[in-house]
Nanobody, 115 residues
Framework: QVQLVESGGGLVQAGGSLRLACVASGLRFSSYAMAWYRQAPGKQRELAAQIFSGGNTNYADSVKGRFTISRVNAENTVYLEMNNLRPEDTAVYYC?????????WGQGTQVTVTS
């Protein structure tokens, strides 16, 4: 079965950095578009960053220039490098494979940014 396991969340001060990792198993990783979504308390889940099988990327306007998504197909891993973090980045971050409608999800990792 498909499993997505996130790691790397935590507590950080504003202006700090974190790197999230998501290791996938049970799927042909290199063929899947991978993404990081996030959900803040009381808000809907939203796309933060996406990377397609060919390497093209897509970012939410709110994270452009601060977040970088990357993938290492040989390791079945997708990363999210987050720099210059802001309190409004506080959320549970979810790894996704294959899109929000019919794809697979990880369990989420909490990112908390204090001011």
């Amino acid at each position: 079965q498909v499993q997505l396991v996130e790691s790397g969340g935590g507590l950080v001060q504003a202006g700090g950095s974190l790197r999230l990792a998501c290791v996938a198993s049970g799927l042909r990783f290199s063929s899947y578009a991978m993404a990081w979504y996030r959900q803040a308390p009381g808000k809907q889940r939203e796309l933060a960053a996406q990377i397609f099988s060919g390497g093209n990327t897509n970012y939410a306007d709110s994270v452009k220039g601060r977040f970088t998504i990357s993938r290492v197909n040989a390791e079945n891993t997708v990363y999210l490098e987050m720099n210059n973090l802001r309190p409004e980045d506080t959320a549970v971050y979810y790894c996704n494979a294959g899109g929000s409608a019919r794809g697979y999800w990880g369990q989420g990792t909490q990112v908390t940014v204090t001011s």
